[in-house]
């Protein structure tokens, strides 16, 4: 995953074009420089408006603007309550989370194609149609529910001394039951997944056996590979040393905790995370997306532990977060190629960033709660759509579906769910035609076709806002025929912009110290 030419790393580009560009000589990077902070300047400057003064501009809803009263339109048009048609940001916090001037743009093209077929298609005529009972629960929320559409009462199904399912509870209260996208969501990661192992294996099999294969000495080395070679590469013991001592303590955390999972629910998650972390970073690798690891964690748990939804949830940290910190590694160490830093280096400066920011982000994290929690509550929405507990929400309502009830229940022979474990077996065929027509028309590019891409934007809804569709799109357009030189520093300032003025007006003004802006149309609940 990192030494191979073809596994690029996109994002990381950004970070060598910016270090490139402050650090590198001043006759060679001085226009990029000047550039950068230009942008810089400029986005740091726009960036108060969207986020503190005329928070409308984040989400202008067009079609809500012109019939703000009708239900229907606020489904269709709404970027924070529906599926973001006409929605327009001008926002770079809504614009730049796809990560537009620097993904690749077959890979943006399989996203948004995912995205418009799945927000603005698939999910309305699901809805309407009533589908899996739609019109009984809101459109895009990440709650459950019951059959009469009132939130799950998850509390009453809970034994107060187990931390288990209370069977005669449920019997009672009945099964939980989704939004319509939430359900299709689970639909759409099922192909997904299983798109992804059989995309890997079909499109980078051959590559990928014959590097196994291959000593070190065989490889075919690309000139960054070539010079750094001379920096030793990092000892095999660094790295056991690390996941032994952390796989012992997090053993011990699971006896020690309300977690209540068991060493072989440990090793199982992370063995996971091990078989997976091939293919999945091979398609992050080459497009700047991830195919989620959550919900087969969640599901596998869910079969050998059934009724413990703390334990389910510990399951899916360490499964999927295993695979994704050591994707990022593996992301930094592709920097570090780039950069010719040497790896002992790089592993060095990862392990004190690592152990600094356990501490910073639980600072941060306790801040960000106590001040912002009605916010994450859904006790009050905010304007600008930036602080919202959905991410949160999604882990309870998963730990509900996966952990508390279980897959057994939720997707049982009579579950009106049953029919989405399909898309495992539809996942593992979806690439074929694809991969039959780039066998026998290697010209025409079908092997750019990536399915596990487009079931990526296919299951954005509902734990993603809308408003960012079409600027983003618009954006990663323009960025393949505009400015390309500067696409990378251009990206760099004003994601760097961006990070700095939130963190600014959230420490100095409508955060700690909650100084909101005076209220007007353009910043109120109503123009929301």
Request: charged fraction near 10%; include cysteine; proline fraction near 6%.
């Amino acid at each position: 995953l990192v030494r191979p030419a073809n596994m690029i790393w996109p994002a990381t580009l950004v970070f060598a074009s910016m270090y490139t560009t402050l650090h590198g000589n001043a006759k060679e990077t001085q226009d990029k420089l000047r550039f950068f902070v230009i942008a810089f300047s400029c986005i740091f400057v726009w960036q108060f408006v969207p986020q503190y003064m005329f928070t409308w501009l984040t989400s202008m809803a067009l079609l809500c603007l012109a019939a703000p009263a009708n239900a229907t339109i606020k489904k269709l048009g709404s970027g924070y309550h529906g599926v973001g048609i006409l929605n327009f940001s001008l926002d770079w916090n809504a614009i730049g989370q796809s990560g537009p001037l620097f993904t690749p743009w077959f890979a943006s093209v399989n996203f948004y194609v995912g995205v418009f077929l799945g927000a603005w298609i698939i999910a309305p005529l699901l809805y309407f149609n009533n589908v899996f009972e739609a019109k009984k629960f809101p459109f895009t929320s990440t709650h459950p529910f019951d059959k009469n559409g009132h939130r799950y009462n998850q509390t009453a199904v809970i034994d107060p001394t187990t931390g288990s399912l209370n069977i005669t509870a449920y019997e009672q209260i009945g099964p939980v039951y989704l939004s319509v996208t939430f359900a299709a969501g689970y639909f759409w990661s099922f192909i997904g997944l299983t798109a992804a192992l059989s995309h890997v294996v079909l499109f980078y099999g051959d590559e990928i056996w014959t590097r196994f294969k291959a000593s070190r000495s065989e490889e075919k080395e690309d000139i960054h590979t070539k010079m750094m070679r001379v920096y030793p590469e990092i000892p095999n013991l660094w790295h056991g040393i690390i996941f032994v001592s952390m796989l012992i303590i997090s053993i011990i955390l699971g006896y020690i905790t309300e977690a209540n999972l068991p060493w072989w629910g440990l090793l199982l998650a992370v063995a996971l995370a091990c078989i997976m972390v091939l293919p999945i970073g091979v398609i992050q690798a080459i497009s700047n997306n991830q195919v989620g690891l959550n919900v087969i964690t969640e599901m596998i748990c869910g079969y050998v532990l059934p009724g413990r939804p703390i334990a389910n949830v510990y399951f899916k940290c360490y499964g999927y977060m295993a695979m994704n910190q050591c994707l990022l590694l593996v992301s930094d160490l592709k920097l570090g190629h780039y950069m010719k830093i040497p790896p002992r280096s790089m592993f060095i400066s990862q392990l004190w960033g690592t152990t600094v920011g356990c501490f910073v982000n639980f600072w941060v994290l306790k801040m960000i709660i106590v001040s912002k929690r009605p916010f994450l509550d859904g006790t009050l929405r905010d304007p600008t759509g930036q602080w919202t507990g959905y991410a949160s929400q999604i882990f309870n309502t998963a730990s509900i579906v996966w952990g508390l009830i279980g897959p057994a229940r939720t997707f049982g022979a009579d579950s009106l769910y049953r029919p989405l474990l399909w898309g495992f077996l539809i996942g593992i065929f979806a690439p074929f035609p694809f991969y039959l027509l780039h066998r026998k028309y290697p010209k025409s590019q079908f092997n750019l076709v990536n399915v596990p891409l487009i079931c990526f934007g296919l299951s954005i809804l509902p734990g993603a806002y809308t408003n960012f569709i079409i600027m983003g799109f618009i954006t990663s357009f323009l960025s393949q025929y505009y400015g390309i030189r500067y696409n990378y520093v251009l990206s760099a300032a004003l994601d760097s912009g961006t990070q700095i003025v939130t963190m600014v007006i959230f420490f100095c003004l409508n955060g700690v110290n909650k100084v909101p802006f005076p209220e007007w149309w353009g910043n109120n609940r109503e123009s929301q």
